[in-house]
């Protein structure tokens, strides 16, 4: 028997332990109705490590050791082509117009996606997009699912407008977890039943105001109850008339430039 844990951890304590912060981890074990025991752990993190992995731009800290983030499937460019689709909002759709939603489920079991049934593309004054996406609450079981999708904001070179993506809490004990990357960086982590933050920033300048932009989430069902997301939608806060000249951020390597540096990726039927 060869038991594969999964952990996730929100950095490490600020307060102080023996003159040295606290880290995060397994602090214990044990199975429950027998005495097996372990002689090692091996542990699966990032690609490469620290020492090699293959975006020397966002850098080791950005990704974690999920097969998505392994093979990058988080980066803009990434071939899902063969990826089902679907919505992390609902059960499987054959098509979504405008919110393209590609899922690939990793190793680890997944959670059910339902299906889309509302998205409504308005047009927004302040020059972008808002994306509104609702749908039924259905689950399957533990584990992760990703999913890819990709949008244009169009927003005009004389405003800034600032973008956030909401979340809309699904109920308490819906217990799930998501990462959210855009354009491959990882900008933040939602816990549905603890919270509080719902709404994230999406840079400007890591944001493409004029061009397309790659959104990625790691949903990650922690129970046998399964769980999907109560609601998903771009939003803005205004308009603002600007000299500034907000460009898109070209530094990091797409998925194109990192291939050869990482394992070839599948795509997998979502659990």
Request: proline share 9%; glycine share 12%; with cysteine.
């Amino acid at each position: 028997m060869r038991p594969r844990p999964l952990t996730d951890h929100m950095g490490i304590v600020e307060t102080s332990t023996n003159s040295g912060k606290e880290p995060r981890g397994i602090r214990g074990y044990s199975m429950i109705g027998g005495n097996t025991t372990f002689s090692y752990w091996k542990l699966q993190g990032n690609q490469g490590g620290a020492a090699n992995a293959p975006d020397k731009v966002r850098g080791y800290l950005n990704e974690g050791g999920l097969w998505a983030e392994r093979v990058g499937a988080h980066l803009p460019g990434y071939p899902d082509d063969d990826w089902e689709q679907g919505n992390p909002l609902g059960s499987f759709a054959a098509s979504v117009n405008p919110l393209d939603v590609r899922e690939q489920c990793k190793p680890l079991g997944g959670l059910s996606v339902p299906v889309l049934h509302n998205v409504r593309e308005q047009g927004n004054p302040l020059g972008g997009i808002v994306f509104e996406a609702q749908g039924p609450s259905t689950s399957r079981g533990p584990g992760v699912n990703f999913y890819r999708t990709t949008f244009n904001p169009n927003i005009p070179d004389d405003v800034d407008v600032p973008v956030r993506l909401s979340i809309t809490p699904s109920a308490q004990s819906s217990n799930f977890r998501i990462q959210i990357y855009l354009n491959g960086w990882q900008l933040g982590k939602y816990i549905n039943n603890i919270g509080p933050q719902t709404v994230y920033v999406l840079p400007a300048g890591l944001l493409r105001p004029r061009s397309t932009n790659t959104l990625a989430l790691s949903v990650w069902s922690l129970d046998a109850n399964g769980s999907s997301i109560a609601g998903l939608s771009l939003i803005s806060d205004g308009t603002l008339s600007t000299g500034l000249n907000i460009s898109d951020y070209t530094l990091a390597p797409d998925y194109e430039a990192q291939k050869d540096l990482r394992p070839t990726g599948r795509a997998s039927p979502p659990m």
